[in-house]
């Protein structure tokens, strides 16, 4: 299980397709392009779109407080076996 911050708002609990891990696909589908692992103290792993500011994407005000740095576009907090390595 995984969440998705949209930055709009909306969050919603994810599972992957295939019961226990994301690929990167659908990573990629989730966030919309290329990911980027957000580094943070805590133990678990933040997923954003690698040129998220680039492409000009709204910031995402629930995924900054949590962060605790800006975060552009959708946020995929991955917890449990859905943890990169």
């Known amino acids: 299980m995984a969440l998705l911050m949209k930055a709009n708002g909306i969050e919603e609990t994810i599972h992957p397709q295939d019961g226990s891990e994301f690929s990167l696909e659908e990573l990629q589908r989730l966030v919309g392009g290329y990911i980027e692992r957000v580094p943070t103290p805590q133990s678990k792993d933040f997923i954003v779109n690698e040129e998220g500011i680039l492409k000009g994407l709204p910031i995402n005000q629930k995924a900054t407080m949590i962060a605790g ?17």
């Open 69 to 85: 740095q800006p975060i552009v576009g959708d946020m995929v907090i991955l917890t449990g076996k859905e943890r990169l390595t």
